[in-house]
């Protein structure tokens, strides 16, 4: 959500105006959205921001705080806050070197986390200090993250494998299970990594959502989004009939 400004953080096109951003200009929106028979005192601002591999955000809708995940200088967060100017230099920090080539960021009570993908190894950097820092919580190798989300039982990721491990051949569809370890001082454990089974997409582009225990695995099939679903902690995928 927005007030009267809005400060752009990477390049940037509108989906429905035609105009190019620089990244760092800063906009004033003339307009706010109607609900009902009201005018909202905030407004939704659609954008696309234009990067490497995209850009993800951990948002705070209480506080205003926002948290940007993007490729600069390696995988990087940005910190903003609705009733502030971008605070250049304060918080952008950098979460892992290199071009991870996919990543998801969560926020779990004041930790921030992310989930990201690098050459042949998928790996979880935690922050505990609002991104200023970030360290290396867990790392999967053999296993390259297509989608990730995560509940109160932990982070739940499906990718390909990248390496033969027992039943799992390379270019399998894997899911893993990341849960929090309160022993040998390991933070986290791979709870679960298994084959997936059922209704596979024939495409990795995605994105993968859960509520209740009920996942949803959103492909592109040709021209269309198709819809897969799970109820058993992405062990088995199965299409939804009809959701195209």
């Known amino acids: 959500?927005?007030?009267?400004?809005?400060?752009?953080?990477?390049?940037?096109?509108?989906?429905?105006?035609?105009?190019?951003?620089?990244?760092?200009?800063?906009?004033?929106?003339?307009?706010?959205?109607?609900?009902?028979?009201?005018?909202?005192?905030?407004?939704?601002?659609?954008?696309?921001?234009?990067?490497?591999?995209?850009?993800?955000?951990?948002?705070?809708?209480?506080?205003?705080?926002?948290?940007?995940?993007?490729?600069?200088?390696?995988?990087?967060?940005?910190?903003?806050?609705?009733?502030?100017?971008?605070?250049?230099?304060?918080?952008?920090?950098?979460?892992?070197?290199?071009?991870?080539?996919?990543?998801?960021?969560?926020?779990?009570?004041?930790?921030?986390?992310?989930?990201?993908?690098?050459?042949?190894h998928t790996a979880l950097s935690e922050s505990f200090d609002s991104g200023v820092t970030w360290e290396v919580a867990v790392t999967i190798p053999g296993v390259s993250m297509i989608g990730a989300t995560r509940n109160d039982q932990g982070i739940h990721i499906l990718g390909k494998a990248t390496v033969a491990d027992g039943a799992i051949a390379s270019g399998d569809f894997v899911r893993l299970v990341l849960r929090r370890n309160d022993v040998d001082g390991e933070p986290w454990i791979v709870a679960a990594k298994t084959k997936v089974a059922g209704d596979l997409p024939s495409s990795t582009l995605s994105a993968l959502v859960e509520s209740d225990g009920h996942f949803v695995w959103m492909a592109k099939a040709g021209a269309d989004i198709q819809l897969h679903e799970s109820t058993d902690e992405l062990e088995t995928l199965a299409v939804i009939p009809g959701a195209e």
Do not use: M
Request: glycine fraction near 12%.
């Open 1 to 120: 959500y927005t007030s009267s400004y809005t400060t752009v953080l990477l390049d940037w096109w509108s989906p429905i105006f035609d105009f190019p951003l620089e990244a760092g200009d800063r906009i004033a929106i003339p307009f706010h959205n109607s609900g009902g028979p009201y005018v909202t005192k905030y407004a939704n601002v659609q954008t696309r921001g234009i990067a490497g591999g995209g850009i993800d955000f951990v948002r705070d809708p209480h506080t205003g705080e926002n948290w940007a995940l993007y490729l600069g200088n390696g995988l990087r967060c940005a910190y903003s806050r609705r009733t502030e100017s971008y605070p250049t230099g304060v918080v952008d920090t950098q979460v892992v070197a290199g071009s991870p080539a996919a990543w998801r960021g969560f926020r779990d009570g004041a930790t921030l986390q992310c989930v990201y993908t690098q050459s042949t």
